[in-house]
C-alpha cells in the first residue's frame, strides 16, 4: 500500500499567503441568524444574552491569539484585526480565517449555558469568516468607523422599529412603512415625541457595540507589566478615540 | 454620521471565486488535538466515542448542503467532497470552507454530550480548514486514496505503539525505538507473534476511517426517490469500490 | 552597502502557481489595434499581410515552447494552449502569461518588413495578455470553439460593412444601420443579391481563423519522428475536427 | 452556429485585482540575455547602447502611462513603479504585467537600431514580467534600494572580473577564481593597485542604474505646469535622495 503513488495529490494546495506589513482583519458573520435569533427567542431589538455571549466568545478567540490587537463586535458579528506584522501561520489566509472561525463557533455553543440560563440552544448555530487587508492606518481605521457607524445605523432604525411594533401597536409592515425614506433626526424624533424614549439614554453597548482591547498595567510592586483584555463601546468615529489610542495600532505583544 | 464616506473600505475585499468544473474538497484538522484527547482522556489507540462525535459533526454539515457528495474522517480531520458543478456562494472559496469549518466545529460541540456520557468537555476545540481543486476524477479518487491510505499507515503504527506500551510494558520512548524502521509486514508480525493480535481483525472503522455517501432510495410503493446519508468503512483503495460506486462522482442531487 | 538589510522586500512577491493537471490558455489582444490598423494603412475588412505577420509572431512564440499544444488566431487576437501536465516555469502564471506576450510583441515588431514590405512600422504595438485554465477536455474544446464562432460572427458582420461601404457606396453610417438587426442569414443575402458575393468563397483564413498544430511525420528512412508547426483553417466547430484530431489535447512534446 | 453556447467558458477567467492602496511594481528581466548579449557582440562589462536601448524603451513606456511615478534598470531589467492609487484596467494584475512587459519589448526591439547602429539585431528577445505590491513608503524605498545596491555589487564584480580578463590577461575560470572570497574592497583594491583604476571614476550610468523621474516644470509666462521625464544616476541609498525628492511617491499626475 505505497503512500506515495498518491501524495502528489498535495501539489494541488495552493500557496495562498498574505501580503506582507497590512492589518488582516478576519470578520465573522452569523448564518440564517434572523431565524437562530426567532427560534431561541431573543429579545428584540437587542438581546443582552446574545451580545454578551458574543463578546464572550470573542474574549475567548482574542485570549488565544497574541497576534490579535482589537476586535469589535455587533449583532451577530464579529472582526478581528491582526497586526501588520503578523506572521502567524506563515500569513496564510485560509488558516488563518478558519482558526478564527472554528475558535469562535466552538465557543459560541460552548458558553451558551453561561449567558442563556433558561433558554436551550437547539442546534449548533454558524458563521462565515472573510479576511481582507488594510494597508494603510487611515484604511484600518477608516474600518473600525464603517462597522461602528453601521451599528448606529441599524440601531436606530431596529429601536424604532420595534417600539413602533411593541409600544405603538403598529404591524411589522406599518412599522416598516412608517420609517420608509425617514433619516436619524426623524427617527430621534418618533422615539422621542411619541414613546418618550430619549435615544442618547439607550444602553452604549447597544448604540455603540463592542471592542475589545488589550489594555497593558504596570503592577506597582514589580517592573512587570501583564496585559488584559477590556471590552468597551468608545466611539471611534470621534478623532479623540484615536489619538488617546495612539498605540493601538501599532502594539508589540 | 454619513457611513458612505467609510464605506470605501469594502473595495479592500478580494473576489476569490474558485476554478468551475472541479471538485472542491474541504479538509478540516483538528489543532492541538494530541493535547485535546489527552485533557478529554480518549482511550489509545483509538476513541470510538471520539470518531463517532467527529462522523456525527460530520454528518450534521453533511445534511446541510445538497452540493456535497461524500466526506471521509479519520482522527482528527475530516474531508467534505463537493460537486464539480456545485454553484454554492458563487464559488467563494473562504466562505466555502469558512462555513463548513464553523457548522462542524460548532456541531463537535453541541454534540459532545450524546457520545461522551462521562467525560465533560473541558473547553471549546477547534479546527483549521483548507480547500483544494481537484480537475479530474483520477485526482479526486488519488486524493480519497492518499487520505485512505494514511488511515492504514497511522492505526497500524498506533495500535502497535500502544500494544507494545499497554500490554508490553514498554515505555513510549522504548515502543518508539522498536518500531523505529520497521514495515508494515514487521508490525504485523510483532503484534500476531507476541500478543496473539491478528490485525485484519481490528474494527473497520479503525483500519479504513468512515465514509458519509448518499444513498438514494427507490421507494417500493411509490416513484418517488428519498437519499439518505449512510457512513461505510469499505476499502476505497481497491478499484471495485470505484466500480461500484460509478455514480459517486457525479450525483447530480 | 549590505544588500542584505533590503532584501526582505523578496518577500512581497507572493506565489501564483496554477493549479496542477488543467489545461493552460495564454490569449493576447492587440491594444488599440482600430487606431493601429488604421495608421498603417491596414486594408477592411481583412488584411492579409497583417494576419499572416500575426501568424508568424505566433509561429516564432510556438518553436520556443516545447510544452504548447496548439494556437489559435484571428484580427488582433492568439490563442496559446499549454498541455494540461505543463510545469514550464512552475506553472507560475505571470511568468507564463509575461513570456508569450513578451516573446510575441517583439517577433512582430521584428518581422514587420517581411510582410509589409511597403509600409513601414510607425511605433511600437502592444498586446495585452490573460491567462485561463479549463479542467476538462469537452471546456477546452468548447474555448476553441467559441473563439473560432467569433471569427464567423465578426467577419460576416465586417465583409458586409465593408462591402457596403466600398461597393454599395454607403457611408459607415448608413451601413451600420442597415446591418443592425440583422441575422446571419440576411448579411449572407446582402452580400449575394446585391453584390454577387457568395460568402462561403470567402477565403478559409479570413472565414475561420488559422489553427497552428504540431504535426508528427514518421521519416520513412529512419525511426525518427520530426514534428513540424503547420497551419490549418479548419472547421473547429464541426465535431469531425476533433475526432480527426483526438490526440491533439494529449500530446506529449 | 449559436456563439453563446460557448460563451460560458469565459467564466473560466478569474478576478486577478491588486489591493488597493498599495504601489504596484512591475519588474522586467531579459531572457536569456547571457546569450543574448554574446550573439549582439555586447561590450563587457557594459554596453552603453544596450543601457541606453533599455533606458529608451522604458521611456516609452513611462510617456504612455500617466500612473507610473518612476522607473529604475540596470543590466537587462527595469522596475516600473505606480502610484498607490493607479486605478489603471482596475488595478487588474495580468492586464497591468503584460501591458508593460509588451510595450518595452516591442520598443526594445522597435528602437533596437537607434542605439545599435553597426550591430543587426538577429532575432526578437524577451523579457519576462512579475508584478508586487508594497504597501508602505518605506517598503518602497528598501525596493529601490535593494535594486540599486544590486548594481553596484554586480557592477563592481564585472568591472574587476573583465579588467582581470582584458587586462591582466587571466582566463574566465582564472578570474573567477581570484575574486572568489573576496570583498568590496579587495576588488577596489585590486583595480586600484594593479591596473590603477579609480572605481569611483567610472560612468555613474553603470554604477549606479537609471532613474526614470517626472519632472514638473514650471514655465514663467504662464500659469501651467508641464511634466518631462528625465534620467538621472543618483544615489538612492543615501537619506538625502529621499529627503530631495519627498513628494516622489506621492505624485498626483
Known sequence: MAKSSFEYVKTFELDDTL??????VVRLDGKCFHKFSEDHNFTKPNDLRALKLMNYAAFTVFREFNDLL??????DEYSFVFKKHCTLYKRRAAKL?????????????FYWNKF???????????????????PSEENLIDY???????????NLYNTTFWTLVKEGKLSPTQAEKRLCGTVSGDKNEILFKEFNINYNDEPEIFKRGTLLLKKHINMNESIKCISVIVDVHD???????WKDHKNLLFMKS
Do not use: C
Open 144 to 154: 473600525m468607523k464603517w462597522r461602528q457607524a453601521d451599528v448606529h445605523i441599524n
Open 19 to 24: 501580503l506582507p506589513n497590512t492589518w488582516v
Open 70 to 75: 482589537m476586535a469589535f463586535g455587533q449583532s
Open 97 to 109: 480565517v478558519t482558526t478564527i472561525t472554528s475558535k469562535f463557533s466552538a465557543s459560541y455553543v
Open 235 to 241: 466611539d471611534m468615529l470621534k478623532e479623540k478615540f
Open 116 to 134: 442563556f440560563k433558561e433558554e436551550q440552544l437547539k442546534y449548533p448555530p454558524s458563521f462565515d469568516g472573510r479576511i481582507v487587508l488594510y
